[in-house]
């Protein structure tokens, strides 16, 4: 007779824990800070630099009526110059520029050129950082976005105000045709 003998039970080899993967904990949503108010200060000088865009968009619009009509059709805005600490940090050659072209094409409906085109031509010349957009370079760029006249400027500190002159260059032969300043 064959007796068995109990098997003696190994002890169950401890299994490795599985980790759970860490939780991080999640970020705390950030609190977005409002930009400051603009001051009263601030709301009425940008109000008077409108109304000054605004009116030698008026003066340049009106100059052009003497000119032949229909052989200055596709306008380009170019960046204005900056001269002084103040325009160069505010980027005001820039700002003046943009609000020129749109109250020129709103509010006497001049085809105007996309600036994007405009910033791209002036990129590949690298005439903007160099400082060398004159009324030759000007009468270049114009031909190579199809326009037939170009406003090229400058915005100059002059004290507490700004200056603004604005030139409207013929593309055909670089003359300037118009002449106009605002303060």
Excluded at 124 to 144: C, R, T, Y
């Amino acid at each position: 007779k064959v007796v068995e003998t109990p098997k003696k039970e190994e002890p169950k080899k401890a299994e490795p824990k599985k980790e759970e993967p860490k939780k991080e904990p999640k970020p705390e949503p950030k609190k977005v800070e409002k930009a400051a108010e603009p001051s009263k200060n601030d709301k009425e000088q940008s109000r008077k630099v409108q109304i000054a865009i605004r009116k030698l968009s008026d003066k340049i619009a009106e100059s052009m009526k003497s000119l032949p009509e229909g052989k200055y059709g596709v306008t380009a805005v170019m960046n204005f110059s900056e001269t002084g600490k103040m325009t160069k940090d505010k980027e005001l050659g820039a700002l003046v520029a943009g609000e020129l072209a749109t109250f020129l094409h709103k509010d006497h409906r001049l085809e105007m050129v996309e600036r994007d085109k405009l910033d791209k031509v002036m990129g590949e010349l690298s005439l903007a950082q160099s400082g060398l957009l004159d009324e030759n370079n000007a009468a270049k760029v114009g031909k190579m976005v199809n326009a037939q006249a170009l406003v090229v400027g400058q915005v100059s500190e002059a004290g507490a105000d700004f200056l603004v002159n604005a030139r409207l260059v013929g593309v055909e032969n670089g003359m300037v045709l118009v002449s106009e300043n605002t303060k």
